[in-house]
């Protein structure tokens, strides 16, 4: 069954039509997540516990430090070095494994993923029996192609035949006009170094190169 916490954020993104909706729902919950610890759960012991173990990945040290609580981040850093000192008692190799695993693993990352799954699930289910959602679906502007190839990837095993066929339909349509306006755009803006362009005024492709960079990467970071 859908559960409103996630049907909400699901629908508002899908509402903007600007942008990959599947990174506006991640930035949503990435800006809950980082303001959370840095105040209201910073204290919690059971959320001590797992920054202390899992650490950040260096995109969400980078975010944490740019989020401007310094006391609250001092704290979670000040146990969090407490408990990766105590390692040094241990052998070469078993310090290797223990500070292998801390920089390969993140709090933020985790903590995000699980609550995407649960949205994906929502969305997927949405799309079965929601119109207003499907018809939502179909006026999307663009998504970015990590966020494209998931959906396309996880529909396959999640939404019925005839449902998967509308999906893929609507979603590759709304990326083919993306993309051929991005191609269209690059364009553009590569013949304003043709000297024969010298006094022609810069249009809307003036930022293609950066659109693009976001469409490739996500819009994250
Ligand atoms: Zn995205
Ligand atoms: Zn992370």
Not at 9 to 21: L, M, Q, R, S, T
């Amino acid at each position: 069954m859908p559960e409103k916490i996630y049907t909400i954020p699901i629908n508002e993104a899908f509402d903007k039509k600007c942008g990959c909706p599947i990174c506006s729902i991640y930035e949503m919950l990435e800006k809950n997540e980082i303001d959370a610890i840095l105040g209201a759960s910073m204290m919690e012991p059971d959320i001590r516990v797992a920054t202390n173990r899992l650490g950040f990945c260096p995109d969400h040290f980078e975010k944490l430090l740019r989020a401007g609580k310094k006391l609250p981040l001092a704290l979670m850093l000040e146990s969090h070095i407490i408990e990766l000192c105590d390692n040094m008692k241990k052998s070469p190799e078993a310090q290797a494994k223990a500070f292998s695993a801390v920089s390969e693993s993140c709090y933020l990352c985790t903590r995000i993923e699980n609550y995407i799954e649960n949205i994906y699930l929502n969305l997927f289910w949405l799309f079965a029996e929601d119109e207003a959602f499907r018809e939502k679906v179909k006026g999307q502007k663009c998504y970015c192609l990590p966020h494209y190839a998931k959906l396309l990837t996880l529909a396959k095993t999640r939404l019925k035949r005839q449902d998967y066929k509308k999906f893929t339909e609507y979603l590759t349509a709304t990326e083919e006009r993306y993309l051929s306006s991005l191609s269209k755009d690059i364009t553009d803006f590569t013949k304003m170094f043709d000297y024969r362009n010298a006094d022609a005024e810069w249009g809307d492709f003036k930022d293609a190169p950066e659109r693009i960079i976001k469409t490739l990467n996500s819009e994250l970071g």
